[in-house]
């Protein structure tokens, strides 16, 4: 019984990364909106003086400048996620509504999927107006082979489920309304 107890207890040492993902998250929501106040200030200030922001250059658009922090905003938001999946999981239900709650490791891991995937779009699109356009191939294979295999991922997950449903409802209706024969004397 006290083993039982021990070892149900053990489930409150997820705390200790959920805290520290929930930290990280807020460090990055907290910079990357103060950052994002900042070159918007100076955006404005910029364009009424009629000089333009100082943080831009003329090689990268503002617009990209913004996207990089909506980066910022994903990757702690990917962090965030996966802090309150795990408190889920292991402590107690949140009341959250929709998409954010989680029941399982697999609500998790395709919620954590979809945010990866729009993660390295936006960190593509960066590259695209930052970097070297003779590397641009390179740089979008790099990032389209994980997207490709993380879709593979959720589509063999996906009809696997499907394929393990399907074939229990059908041996639910194949039983359905069928006695199966007693045995016979001396069978067993």
């Known amino acids: 019984m006290k083993l039982v107890r021990i ?7 997820v705390i200790v990364p959920i805290i520290g993902l929930a930290l990280a998250a807020g460090v990055f929501f907290v910079f990357g909106g103060l950052g994002l106040i900042k070159f918007l200030v100076e955006a404005v200030i910029g364009v009424l003086q009629g000089s333009g922001p100082e943080a831009h250059t003329e090689d990268i658009p503002i617009a990209i400048e913004i996207v990089e922090f909506v980066h910022l905003f994903l990757i702690g938001t990917v962090l965030y996620i996966t802090a309150i999946g795990l408190y889920q999981l292991f402590i107690e239900e949140v009341d959250f509504h929709g998409w954010l ?13 979809g945010v990866t995937v729009v993660v390295l779009a936006v960190n593509f699109l960066s590259v695209v107006f930052t970097r070297d356009p003779s590397i641009l191939l390179e740089y979008g294979v790099g990032i389209a082979l994980p997207i490709a295999a993380l879709a593979l991922f959720v589509g063999l997950r996906v009809w696997s489920t499907n394929l393990g449903r399907s074939s229990s409802e059908s041996d639910g209706n194949a039983t359905e309304g069928v006695s199966t024969p007693a045995p016979e004397a001396g069978e067993e």
């Open 101 to 113: 709650k989680i029941d399982s490791t697999e609500e998790l891991e395709m919620n954590l999927i």
């Open 7 to 13: 070892i149900s207890a053990t489930r409150y040492l």
